[in-house]
């Protein structure tokens, strides 16, 4: 849904809204993930989605080599907030209807003094939907 149509510079053009970038982020992840899990060339399917094999160091050091790579899945099943005046959460579990999950994949690359993880929805988001 484009929830946002205005004109810069006599140009129109809309944005995506923050609700439907999270389902279209979480889609691609979830195809790109099924589509690793099956590939039988890990590798090959990773430089076909244009996924780096190597990422610039943040100290200035050698590039940093992918070593691994992960698939994790998070299940919301409750949320906890502060309650008021007491110095304890107040806790709600969320009946099976309201349990929600996401599945994620984070990749490991390596350098000598280095390790930095890079996770795939971070990935997806800034390569797809950046307005930078």
Wanted: with cysteine.
């Amino acid at each position: 849904m484009i929830t946002n149509t205005h004109e810069h510079d006599g140009i129109l053009h809309s944005h995506i809204s923050e609700t439907d970038k999270n389902k279209d982020i979480l889609i691609l992840s979830s195809e790109f993930i099924e589509g690793f899990t099956h590939s039988s060339d890990k590798m090959a399917y990773l430089k076909i989605s244009g996924f780096p094999n190597e990422l610039a160091s943040e100290t200035g050091g050698p590039p940093l080599k992918l070593i691994n790579a992960r698939v994790e899945t998070c299940w919301q099943i409750g949320t906890a907030s502060p309650s008021f005046g007491r110095a304890e959460l107040t806790y709600l579990p969320y009946p099976k209807e309201l349990v929600t999950f996401a599945t994620n994949m984070i990749f490991t690359f390596v350098s000598l003094d280095e390790k930095q993880e890079l996770d795939l929805l971070q990935w997806i988001s800034d390569k797809h939907f950046s307005t930078a």
